[in-house]
C-alpha cells in the first residue's frame, strides 16, 4: 500500500500507533481532507464561503488617529516581528493592551524597493543578505524613541533558520530576540523538545541551532483578522496609525490575503482551512500574525472571545513562569 508514495519528511508520525509518515498522512486525509489538501499538499479547495468577512477596504480603514509612533496611555507592551524570504524583510512594530488590543506603530520593508536576494544567488550571499538585512532591522529598532521601550522581537526562522540563530546569539539589543517558527493549526504539536512552560498555542522548543519560539499560526492569524472586525480602540481590536487608510493599502492587502473558509474540531485537535487568491503576497500579514503570537506570550491566556476580565493571579504567575522560559532563550 505505500507503493509509488513519496512524503517530505519520513519522521513526520506518531510511532506508537502509526508504522511510517505515509499511514500518518493518510489518516490525516480520512480525518480532514480539505486541511489535508490546503496544509500538506499545497492545493486548497476552492473557496466557496468565509466564516467572517474581511477585505482589504474594511483593514485600512482601521485607523486610530494616533500619530506614528505615538503609544496610547493604555499600552502595556510593544513587540516587533520580521517576516523573511527572497524578496525582503517585512516587518512590523505593535503595541498591545493587557486584553490584546493591537495598535500598529510602524512597519516597512527592508529594502523598501527591490528584492532582498537576487535570482539564482549562491547560499553564502542569501545568508550574508539575510544577516545585513537583520542588522538594519534592529539598528533602526534600537534608534526607536517610543513611549515605552519595545520588549521583544520575532524573526522568521523558517528559511534560513541556521542564520536567524547565529544572528540573535552575537547580535547585542536591548529587546529579546526570539528565532520563530509558525505551524499550521493540524502541525502544532508541542513535542519532547519543549522548554519550559507552554504558552497560550505557544512555546519555546528546543532544535539544533538553539532554542526558538514556536506558534500555531493558524490560531493567532484568525486573532489577527478578527481584530479588523472591531472598531479600533474596542477590546481585542487592531488598527493602524494616522486617520488615511489609503496609506496602508499594501500592508492592508497582505492581512487579508488569507480568507478563512472552514474550521472544525477533528480527533486530533482545531484544524483551520484558509484559501488565498493566486499571486497574493502576504509577509506582513505573517508578521502582524507573529506579532499576536509573540504578545501572548508575555500577556497570557486570552480566548478568541475574552476581554480584560478574569485572569487576576492565574495571568501574573503564567508571567513569571514565561519570562525564565525567555531567560532560557536569551542565553
Request: one cysteine or more; glycine letters at 10%.
Amino acid at each position: 500500500m505505500d507503493k509509488g508514495v513519496k512524503v517530505v519528511d519520513d519522521g513526520l508520525y506518531d510511532a506508537d500507533v502509526e508504522l511510517s509518515a505515509i499511514q500518518h498522512a493518510h489518516n490525516l486525509k480520512l480525518q480532514a481532507p480539505d486541511a489535508f489538501e490546503a496544509e500538506y499538499q499545497n492545493n486548497p479547495v476552492s473557496r466557496q464561503f468565509t466564516l467572517y468577512e474581511i477585505d482589504s477596504k474594511l483593514v485600512r480603514s482601521r485607523c486610530n488617529g494616533l500619530k506614528r509612533h505615538e503609544c496610547d496611555k493604555s499600552i502595556k507592551l510593544i513587540v516587533s516581528f520580521c517576516d523573511i524570504n527572497f524578496s525582503g524583510l517585512h516587518w512590523t512594530i505593535v503595541g498591545f493592551r493587557n486584553d490584546r488590543t493591537g495598535f500598529v506603530l510602524d512597519y516597512g520593508k527592508i529594502p523598501e524597493r527591490g528584492v532582498l536576494i537576487r535570482e539564482n544567488a549562491n547560499e553564502v550571499e542569501i545568508k550574508n543578505k539575510i544577516y545585513k538585512g537583520l542588522n538594519s532591522y534592529t539598528t533602526m529598532l534600537n534608534s526607536l524613541r517610543l513611549r515605552l521601550p519595545i520588549r521583544a522581537v520575532g524573526i522568521d526562522r523558517g528559511f534560513k533558520p541556521e542564520t536567524v540563530h547565529n544572528f540573535c546569539t552575537y547580535n547585542k539589543s536591548k529587546f529579546a530576540l526570539f528565532p520563530s517558527k509558525g505551524y499550521a493549526g493540524t502541525q502544532y504539536r508541542p513535542g519532547k523538545n519543549i522548554v519550559g512552560k507552554q504558552g497560550v498555542e505557544c512555546h519555546i522548543n528546543g532544535s539544533q541551532y538553539g532554542q526558538y519560539f514556536a506558534a500555531n499560526s493558524c490560531y493567532f492569524r484568525e486573532i489577527m483578522q478578527r481584530g479588523f472586525l472591531s472598531k479600533p480602540g474596542q477590546a481585542g481590536s487592531l488598527s493602524f496609525y494616522g486617520k488615511d487608510g489609503s496609506r496602508h493599502r499594501a500592508i492592508a492587502d497582505h492581512a487579508c490575503a488569507e480568507r478563512l473558509t472552514d474550521k472544525a474540531e477533528g480527533r486530533v485537535g482545531t484544524f483551520w482551512k484558509w484559501a488565498s487568491q493566486p499571486g497574493a503576497d502576504w509577509d506582513w500579514g505573517d508578521a502582524l500574525t507573529g506579532s499576536f503570537a509573540l504578545a501572548t506570550w508575555y500577556l497570557g491566556e486570552l480566548s478568541l472571545e475574552s476581554t480584560v476580565g478574569g485572569r487576576g493571579k492565574t495571568k501574573k504567575k503564567r508571567k513569571r513562569k514565561q519570562r525564565k522560559s525567555k531567560v532560557q532563550i536569551e542565553d
